[in-house]
């Protein structure tokens, strides 16, 4: 089993609607999470944090679930410029097991 | 407002050749790192500096070393490329991770634009 694992994608959807993205991680120790975005061919953006009562930024809301080992990313009134990979990190620390893993990615496509 | 910094942008070496990555943060970060991103494949670390004076291997370290030259410099060398080094290589940075063994912290990470490297 991957330590972080993502569902690939692609995920294509209308103008307007709202999707989420799930991500499972197979440690139970992990401390932090964060969601990025990359866009084709360009360097990964930090998108957001996820903290464990949940967050918003406008249009997006990160979910954390500890007892079933997953976070979530949820996107409102999607745009056509939030298509991209969203990139689910988890950051696990302590003794010798520091480590940051990125998943593989979502792929989004908005469509007009 | 540069960020991270990574040169060169694109490279097409030939096998057995060497060369070094150059990245450099304006950010005052303590943490640097590189990975590499394959089709496929997540990103993968392949060397950290915590702070500067420290490097460790990350999850993919053979074939290759690093230098943290100061607070703002980690270069990467490939020391004698393989076909299997072929990947687009980013550089990022963090604020956290002083302590040693610190592959991450709880700081998010800042990449640089990236390399793409292609071995022949």
């Known amino acids: 089993r991957k330590e972080v694992e993502q569902d690939p994608g692609p995920f294509n959807v209308p103008e307007g609607a709202t999707v989420a993205f799930n991500c499972t991680y197979s440690?139970?120790?992990?401390?932090?999470f964060f969601w990025y975005r990359q866009d084709c061919r360009k360097e990964p953006k930090l998108l957001m944090s996820?903290?464990?009562s949940g967050n918003e930024d406008g249009r997006f809301t990160a979910q954390l679930n500890r007892a079933s080992q997953y976070i979530s990313l949820l996107i409102r009134d999607s745009k056509l410029s939030d298509s991209a990979t969203y990139l689910c990190?988890?950051?696990?620390?302590?003794?010798?097991?520091?480590?940051?893993?990125f998943g593989t990615g979502t792929l989004l496509a908005v469509q007009p | 407002n540069a960020g991270v910094t990574q040169t060169p942008k694109f490279q097409v070496l030939k096998t057995g050749q060497s060369m070094t990555l150059q990245c450099a943060q304006d950010?005052?970060?303590?943490?640097m790192y590189w990975y590499r991103q394959d089709p496929g494949m997540g990103l993968r670390l392949i060397y950290y500096?915590?702070?500067?004076?420290?490097?460790d291997k990350g999850e993919v370290p053979n074939g290759y070393n690093v230098s943290r030259l100061n607070k703002r410099e980690f270069s990467l060398r490939l020391e004698s490329a393989a076909p299997s080094q072929t990947s687009v290589y980013f550089c990022?940075?963090?604020?956290?991770?002083?302590?040693?063994?610190?592959?991450?912290?709880?700081?998010?990470?800042?990449f640089g634009d990236g390399t793409r490297l292609s071995i022949l």
């Open positions: 990022a940075s963090s604020g956290g991770g002083a302590q040693a063994g610190w592959a991450g912290s709880n700081q998010p990470q800042h």
């Open positions: 440690n139970s120790a992990s401390q932090s």
């Open positions: 996820v903290y464990s």
């Open positions: 990190v988890v950051n696990t620390y302590g003794g010798a097991t520091n480590k940051l893993i």
């Open positions: 950010m005052n970060h303590n943490s």
């Open positions: 500096s915590a702070s500067e004076g420290t490097t």
